[in-house]
């Protein structure tokens, strides 16, 4: 055994009996007096130097990470996502404060399971969310690129179910729930509409609700790009943890929309997988069409093209195919 993990090992003890949790307490209470001692004494601590840099070494865990710009095929545009492969689950903690630290709309973590899908978790700033569209393409795109994944379908296991990424000839292709709308009640419809006209500065012609956010249509393209959100209201937001604002798009695309999240720790998002999950089929019965070429009109902005897919049993899906654009690698120390 090597001197430093018989050190480490011996501290844990220590740290175990005295009911210590973190190693570096021990090192700190039990040490750092010896330390002093010696020092007073003027000893030699060149060891001691050596001692200290290997154990930070040795109890520093390094991982990979890899951050694109998602649905865009231009960097600094589209939607950045930070992604970290694992080959063992970090604690939910962690991976909340690595997200934190980022503070990228989305942090993405995967780790292979035994039959070769993956398990997808995705954590914005301050918390874990169960669906996100630009990360899983994100994800994708590292495993094709950077880890030598060379299937044509990539399965991801999520808090959502089954999600899948296929390789097309110069996009990516999502596959997602649709996720339905469902009528408010008129009374709180009504008082909703005057909140929100007021947090957003613009009146909405429709109101729902999709899954944890409200899903509003307004009048025109130009309702969408010129609303200037007061953030700090939609932090207040009840119930829901976002709004999905859209409208019919003109020229080249079929919709337009945006996405604001505070409470989420996310203002607006710059482009969002799943509020598409939501926006497609709606705009697909709107205007009698399943292929939907949507843009989502935030600064940075975003092109997803998509497809509704209508099933008879009523597990409805939606596809949405995007460009990924590599920005950075490296490893994070944690």
């Known amino acids: ?13 220590i740290g175990g009996y005295m009911q210590i949790s973190s190693i570096v307490d021990v090192f ?3 040490i750092n007096p010896i330390i002093f ?20 070494e040795y109890s520093m865990q ?3 990470i890899y951050q694109v710009d998602a649905f865009t095929t231009k960097r600094f545009c589209g939607n950045p996502a930070a992604i970290i492969p694992l080959q063992d689950w970090l604690s939910d903690e962690l991976m909340q404060t690595i997200a934190m630290e980022n503070n990228l709309a989305e942090t993405a973590y995967f780790m292979r399971r035994a039959d070769g ?10 918390l874990e969310i169960p669906l996100c569209g630009h990360a899983t393409l994100a994800s994708a795109y590292v ?7 060379s299937g044509e379908m990539i399965r991801f296991y999520s808090k959502s179910g089954e999600l899948t990424v296929e390789k097309t000839a110069d996009k990516l292709m999502l596959n997602f729930p649709a996720r339905p709308l469902h009528s ?31 899903f509003l249509v307004m009048h025109s393209e130009d309702d969408v790009r010129a609303m200037q959100p007061d953030f700090l209201s939609l932090r207040t937001l009840p119930e829901m943890t976002g709004i999905i604002v859209t409208a019919a798009g003109t020229d080249r695309y079929d919709c337009v929309s945006r996405y604001f999240a505070p409470t989420a720790g996310v203002p607006e998002d710059p482009v969002t997988g799943s509020a598409h999950c939501s926006i497609v089929p709606y705009w697909s019965k709107k205007l009698g069409k399943k292929d939907i070429v949507a843009y989502q009109a935030s600064a940075r902005g975003g092109e997803l093209f998509c497809t509704f897919l209508s099933e008879e049993n009523g597990n409805d899906r939606v596809t ?4 990924v654009v590599p920005y950075l690698k490296g490893e994070i120390m944690v």
């Open 1 to 13: 055994m090597k001197m430093i993990e018989l050190m480490k090992m011996i501290l844990m003890k």
């Open 28 to 30: 700190i209470i039990f």
């Open 37 to 56: 001692i010696c020092v007073q004494k003027n000893y030699d601590l060149t060891s001691y130097h050596n001692f200290i840099n290997q154990f930070g």
């Open 62 to 64: 390094t991982l990979p």
């Open 117 to 126: 899908s993956y398990d997808l978790r995705w954590f914005t700033p301050e």
């Open 143 to 149: 495993l094709y690129e950077y880890l030598g994944y």
């Open 184 to 214: 408010l009640p008129h009374d709180k419809e009504e008082h909703l509409r005057v909140w929100l006209s007021s947090a957003l500065g613009r009146m909405p012609l429709e109101i729902y609700a999709s899954v944890n956010n409200y």
């Open 320 to 323: 949405m195919a995007g460009n």
